[in-house]
């Protein structure tokens, strides 16, 4: 069965302060994708990044960086010197390879930035 | 290019009523889901679409929830009758069938069954 956890219900942290966003996840699939969105006070799902299975690579997006690693199976995401702006429920995903496949998500850790 | 749009937006009704939810996904998206988000939790898939045939409803209460996507694009989602614990927002999301899997999300329609 595939699953995701997000261990971390909530974070709070003071403005400039960095934090990582914990995830890990269960499939028996050998090829698959991992996502992360943000969903911000107003409710929609802000897409952040996708990461496939074959890419183990750090990725870095200005304050926004992730860490996948496929031996402990954890996609973690970093957000360096946070801001205020940076206050919602953020959530990790999986998905099949085959397109057109649902995503399976955590149940979100909500991050509270504080100035 | 225009969003999903989803309505409406917030929607109150007395449990035992019905209520449906309506969905317009991108302009030649394929693929579209629903998805309910329920306080505190992520998003769980309720029925995805592919075209106008049902990819998957195996998450879908049958008993009082149903969905159609009538000519590929349009669908709508109704509840009858409504529970109390149906309240939770109700997310459409569409994607082209292709092997990047990224979805576009609507704002939801958050309901509240008192």
């Known amino acids: 069965a595939q699953k995701v956890t997000q261990a971390q219900t909530e974070i709070s942290v003071v403005e400039k302060e960095d934090v990582t966003l914990d995830c890990v996840y269960e499939t028996r699939d050998t090829t698959y994708y991992l996502f992360w969105y943000k969903q911000p006070p107003s409710g929609e799902l802000v897409f952040l990044i996708r990461r496939n299975s074959f890419d183990e690579q750090n990725e870095i997006s200005g304050r926004y960086s992730w860490n996948f690693q496929k031996s402990t199976s954890s996609f973690n995401f970093t957000i360096t010197a946070s801001q205020v702006v940076d206050s919602a429920v953020y959530f990790c995903a999986l998905s099949g390879w085959q397109a057109g496949t649902a995503l399976i998500f955590g149940k979100g850790t909500t991050l509270s930035v504080s100035s | 290019e225009a969003g999903v749009a989803q309505s409406p937006r917030y929607k109150i009704i007395e449990k035992r009523q019905s209520v449906a939810f309506w969905c317009n996904p991108i302009?030649?998206?394929?693929?579209l889901y629903w998805y309910q988000q329920i306080l505190g939790q992520g998003p769980k898939l309720l029925i995805q679409?592919?075209?106008?045939?049902?990819?998957?409803d195996s998450q879908l209460p049958k008993d009082r929830f149903s969905a159609e996507r009538l000519k590929g694009v349009d669908s709508t989602l109704k509840i009858q009758p409504a529970k109390l614990e149906d309240s939770a927002v109700y997310l459409c999301a569409s994607s082209l069938l292709r092997n990047d899997n990224e979805q576009f999300f609507g704002p939801g329609t958050r309901l509240t069954v008192l």
């Open positions: 302009s030649g998206h394929a693929t």
């Open positions: 679409f592919q075209n106008n045939g049902v990819v998957d």
